[in-house]
């Protein structure tokens, strides 16, 4: 909490209102993202908790800790709390939402209702599927391909679809609202090329979000009308396809990765040009790479479909188009390292995090091609490759900027500032402890190793036990964060209004911010990532800082 | 828009919906294989596009909203061209053998 210097405590958006209908009813933005910022963190924990299953019934080759059929409920369950209900609305739902109207200058996103229905909705989602779970799971998958989730499914299918179903309208209104606030509330000046590329991304993945979720939405729709009515859609028995079931599937679950990571890079943008104290390299470059990574994201589905027996021709096609998609991420990997180039780097915990993305995602990233290649696909589908891949963009990733975003936005959002040390110590940890446990899995999926066996043969334990060992300390690395986050929340320092001293809207309020998120509305005069004189920045403290480092 | 005309776009509707019955009863294999399902959509997009155009107000919407409309239409038609490629091509064989 904040005091002016008369010592009276200034109002802002946690102490604005205390009771629980406060929140509960609340139509501030900053308040819906820390409510999705505690439920996710739940989901993020019982998702880390089917992966520890995992990792330890794979410490021996024979299945002894959990049984097959148990086997494929864990890592479906682990797959879809991840996928569905943590990696997909994280960074939009929470850093999006509380920061998306700061940074734009608007006093809220333009639907605030429509926002807490949002979260609502997500709630209501996450309930219907934690109970399905409870009740008995699902053993498909996350893909819930057919026929295991029609002709061969005896467990909870639809009640699972069901709750990804609702939660699917989550993201389509808080995408819809993204988009619609960054065309109607940015603030006088701050034009379109002003905009700071977090948001570039936000808007991006907000595309994405409402041109590809109702597609989900439709399939498992489908699903139901099938199984329920004896239409033939899926089953071939009645005159069905099962391979229309991926291609719907993949046709939003493909763009559904660059929703889980697009957001991911926008932090990214944030860290690297703001830790290097540089005006970003190639601005529009990075802008417009998000656009086209959202579009091109739509049509390269069938790389998942090579060895499903769909065309060769439609193969060739995917395939050309995945090597094309590679091109925008490009240009972001090529515009970060220059903007790193002479700039003034500071080691801080988020740009730990930042430069961790850039090492995880390269090789995340570049393995896709080999995955996106028709010929050699053929070896590695359903292997231990594809896991560690997925692996290596998703939490090397997505994950890594979550938190690399969280620690960086953390002391505007509570106005404290966490200990520095420990979140070093945490942002190494993550990164040592990530590449131990997946690093090993393209040697195991090279080796030929499938994924979803509870058991494999025992030359490959010891790479498995390297895997294993890798995710304790990366569950240490992971788990940190909330003990000195949780305890800077008390005993932290306060932060000030601008820590970091950047020339960003959000560092130019109040840490925690007013519930109206300004005082006196702001007139963007400045470029985005301007750190000279033009920024209205405070250089003498700035430099002082950059001395202290020296 | 007034009353009338909104009932005038919901007689369309109602119209729409008998012909799609009827038309589901008539075999229109003899123009050519699969012609009732093609009249089935195309009666369906075309209440579908009275919907959007009266009912949710497109017709009146700034340009915007128009883009956005077409878009969701590119991004559909994009998920049937690439699936089509997929069923249409499946039977060739590899490189025509």
Redesign the interface.
């Known amino acids: 909490m904040t005091a002016d210097y008369s010592g009276t405590q200034k109002l802002n958006y946690l102490n604005n209102g205390f009771t629980l209908k406060s929140w509960l009813l609340t139509k501030d933005h900053k308040r819906i993202a820390i409510m999705y910022l505690i439920t996710i963190s739940l989901f993020f924990l019982a998702g880390g908790i089917f992966a520890a299953t995992i990792r330890l019934e794979m410490l021996t080759p024979a299945s002894d800790l959990l049984q097959t059929g148990t086997y494929n409920k864990v890592f479906t369950a682990h797959g879809i709390l991840m996928i569905f209900f943590f990696l997909i609305p994280s960074i939009p739902a929470v850093l999006g939402n509380f920061l998306l109207p700061i940074m734009i200058g608007a006093k809220d996103l333009a639907l605030p209702r429509i926002n807490l229905l949002s979260l609502y909705i997500y709630w209501i989602g996450g309930l219907f599927t934690v109970w399905a779970l409870l009740q008995g799971g699902v053993d498909t998958g996350w893909t819930f391909y057919t026929p295991y989730s029609t002709t061969f499914s005896n467990t909870y299918v639809m009640a699972v679809g069901l709750g990804i179903f609702i939660n699917g309208f989550s993201s389509i209104l808080t995408g819809l609202n993204f988009i619609v606030t960054v ?1 109607t509330m940015r603030a006088p000046g701050m034009t379109w090329f002003r905009l700071p590329l977090f948001v570039w991304a936000q808007y991006a993945t907000s595309l994405v979000m409402i ?1 590809g979720t109702p ?1 989900i939405a439709i399939t498992v729709l489908l699903l139901a009308i099938e199984r329920f009515a004896q239409v033939g859609i899926f089953d071939p028995a009645i005159g069905g396809d099962p ?2 079931f991926q ?2 599937f993949w ?1 939003y679950s493909h763009p559904a990765v660059y929703i889980m990571v697009l957001p991911g890079m926008g932090v990214i943008s944030e860290l690297i040009s703001n830790f290097s104290r540089k005006k970003i390299f190639g601005y529009e470059f990075i802008a417009f790479s998000s656009i086209a990574i959202a579009v091109f994201g ?2 390269v ?2 790389h998942h479909m090579f060895v499903s ?6 193969g060739l ?2 395939s050309f188009l995945t090597m094309v998609v590679a091109v925008p991420s490009a240009i972001k990997m090529f515009n970060w390292t220059a903007t790193l180039y002479k700039g003034s780097i500071s080691f801080d915990t988020p740009m730990l995090y930042g430069l961790g993305f850039m090492g995880l995602f390269l090789i995340g990233g570049l393995t896709g091609l080999f995955l996106g290649a028709m010929g050699l696909v053929v070896h590695l589908t359903d292997t231990y490759f594809v896991v560690a891949h997925f692996h290596y963009v998703m939490v090397g990733g997505q994950v890594v900027a979550y938190l690399g975003g969280i620690h960086y936005w953390w002391p505007k959002m509570t106005g404290k500032m966490y200990s520095e040390f420990w979140g070093k110590i945490s942002a190494m940890l993550v990164f040592i402890g990530f590449n131990l446990t997946f690093f090993p899995q393209f040697i195991l999926g090279y080796l030929g190793m499938p994924r979803r066996y509870a058991s494999y043969p025992e030359e490959m334990q010891v790479l498995n036990i390297f895997s294993s060992a890798g995710a304790s300390v990366l569950g240490v690395g992971m788990i940190m964060p909330l003990i000195y986050l949780g305890h800077s929340l008390i005993y932290g320092k306060p932060a000030g209004d601008n820590p970091w001293l950047l020339p960003g809207l959000e560092w130019r309020t109040s840490s925690p911010p007013p519930t109206e998120n300004f005082e006196v509305m702001p007139v963007v005069t400045w470029e985005a990532y301007e750190f000279g004189e033009d920024s209205g920045l405070d250089l003498e403290a700035a430099r002082a800082r950059e001395a202290a480092k020296v | 828009m007034n009353i009338p005309r909104y009932l005038g776009v919901f007689a369309v509707l109602v119209v729409g919906t008998i012909l799609t019955y009827y038309a589901a009863t008539v075999d229109l294999d003899f123009i050519f294989p699969g012609a009732n399902t093609l009249v089935a959509l195309l009666i369906a997009f075309t209440k579908m596009t009275c919907v959007m155009l009266f009912f949710m107000h497109v017709y009146w919407s700034p340009r915007l909203i128009w883009l956005s409309a077409v878009a969701s239409f590119f991004w559909l038609a994009i998920m049937f061209a690439y699936t089509m490629q997929d069923y249409l091509t499946r039977d060739i064989g590899v490189f025509m053998q």
């Open positions: 065309h041109l597609v391979i229309l291609h719907m046709f739509f049509l589905w069938g027996g769909q065309s060769i021709y439609a096609v995917f």
